[in-house]
């Protein structure tokens, strides 16, 4: 899906969503556990309750990886599901890997070729070497590391060189030595509020994927306030609030509703 695309398909919808499939077996409703394949069954179930509220799904390989072979196994179904029912989706596989230059050239591979996803989020610690095999498929797109919401990056990613300039602004702009606003984005945490008006100023064009709105207490005006470009440039991610709304039979329904609340809320800052 081309930048083009994806803005017209938040246009359309009247949502910047992005759900987070962070499913946990320890977490969905116990009547599911009785499934031949609980994980897909969860997530068929929340694809099913909210596609026409979101424009992107963004499965976190970890919780997959962690349960072996049938957690793989499941990430396969869901990601060709959802490309076989709903076309209109944007693919996120959030893996954040970010490896020499052979060994990136196999994720790269895996999930652009093999998986044929949208998008893979890329950790751009190593540089250039190991995100250039990512921006070599056409169509697809890197999602680089910039400024993240988590209490650990205060470690590096604020911290000032000599000319002031801080580390998360210098991926910004020695990244666009690599791609472009066609084929990558950047994650900036909800979090941040007006920082990501100085994030604007190094990279105005490009999308932003946005974690932290909801579980972790981020605020969606203050993302849309200062991060909105005139092509929206924003995919707001939430998970654990819309997925795990509810305990019961009734898991979807609730998630659905919890989807709901951020799509209009969108639509109406759009």
Known sequence: MNKIELAANIQRKKSFLCIGLDTDLKKIPAHLLKEEDPIFAFNKAIVDATHDLCVAYKPNLAFYESVGLTGWIA?????????????????????????????????????????????????????????????????????????????GSMDFQMTEDQNGERLFEKVLRVSQNWGNDENMMYVVGATRGSLFEDVRKVAPNHFLLVPGVGAQGGSLEEVVAYGKNNQCGLLVNSSRQIIFAGKDENFATDARKEAKKLQEQMASLL
Do not use: C
Not at 93 to 105: H, V
Not at 120 to 133: I, Q, W
């Open 75 to 151: 990430f396969e179904k869901t990601v060709n599901y959802i490309k076989s029912q709903y076309p209109d989706i944007f693919l996120i596989a959030d893996a954040k890997r970010g490896d020499i230059g052979n060994t990136s050239e196999m994720y790269a591979e895996t999930f652009f070729s093999h998986l044929d996803l949208d998008a893979v989020t890329v950790a751009p610690y190593m540089g250039e070497d190991s995100v250039k095999p990512f921006l070599k498929y056409e169509g697809k797109w890197v999602i680089l590391l910039a400024l993240t919401s988590n209490k």
